[in-house]
């Protein structure tokens, strides 16, 4: 995973797509890389959150990302695999 990079985050049956802004090798001196991420179309999510820091009260919203929370793909392909898909 590198900067630039596109990705997509699974939270609870919510897909996010991204692109990695930055990175952060061994972040936490855990071994792990961790990725700022700018997320679009992330109002579902974002809503999401809300609703459950209003709930128990924690107020967080994850800024920084592990490298196992995120998938890379290919946007290109993608969007020909969903035209594909589209058009069947």
Request: hydrophobic fraction near 35%; proline fraction near 2%; avoid cysteine.
């Amino acid at each position: 995973m590198k900067v630039g990079d596109f990705v997509i985050n699974q939270y609870q049956g919510i897909y996010r797509y991204g692109k990695i802004l930055r990175s952060y090798p061994n972040y936490n001196g855990d071994g792990w890389s961790w990725f700022d991420v700018r997320w679009f179309d992330d109002e579902e999510y974002e809503k999401v959150i809300a609703n459950r820091n209003e709930i128990i009260n924690l107020g967080l919203l994850p800024t920084k990302y592990r490298a196992d929370n995120l998938i890379v793909f290919d946007l290109n392909k993608t969007l020909q695999t969903l035209l594909k898909l589209q058009n069947k």
